[in-house]
């Protein structure tokens, strides 16, 4: 089945940049980064950012850029067979070098898991070696991710948030 990512949630003021691979199929579906019930990425985030929950949407979105978060995808497009990044075949990366011309201070690029590290790296050799960015392939927040605990990934992610953003 061909995924075609969604649009990046990003404005002039982010100067960090969270990396999934694909949006998973309820995600597709809903239009809206993980959307899956029991993906941690927005409660860990709440968490880490000291504010309530959104329950709308474009609240959590918003609540992102307040603190200057932006979220993307390493993948733009590619085939795959249910949500798992281990499925996912014939990838097409995003292009991150127009989007960093065009939101010149993201400083810091996370990875939300594995997948999203390794594809970025397949596809942006040039950016890795900027030294005016810097790079951490995070834990995923995916309930496929089930060895790490909300509290293993709020820790793990806060460190690197902490010293991105001075929370």
């Known amino acids: 089945m061909l995924c075609i990512g969604l649009q990046p949630n990003i404005d002039k003021n982010c100067t960090v940049l969270v990396l999934g691979s694909m949006p998973g199929i309820k995600s597709l579906e809903e239009q809206q980064y993980y959307a899956h019930p029991q993906n941690r990425f927005w409660l860990m985030?709440?968490?880490l950012l000291q504010e309530k929950l959104p329950s709308v949407y474009e609240e959590k979105l918003a609540m992102l850029l307040r603190h200057h978060i932006a979220l993307w995808d390493s993948i733009g497009s590619c085939e795959r067979e249910g949500s798992l990044d281990s499925?996912?075949?014939?990838?097409?990366?995003?292009?991150?070098?127009?989007?960093?011309?065009?939101?010149p201070k993201i400083r810091t690029i996370c990875f939300n898991g594995g997948k999203s590290a390794q594809t970025f790296k397949r596809y942006n050799k040039e950016l890795l070696k900027r030294e005016d960015l810097t790079f951490h392939a995070m834990p995923s927040t995916s309930p496929a991710n089930a060895r790490w605990r909300l509290p293993m990934l709020e820790e793990t992610w806060g460190k690197v948030l902490t010293e991105a953003l001075a929370l």
């Open 45 to 47: 985030m709440a968490h």
């Open 87 to 103: 499925a996912i075949h014939d990838e097409k990366g995003n292009d991150f070098s127009a989007l960093l011309r065009e939101y």
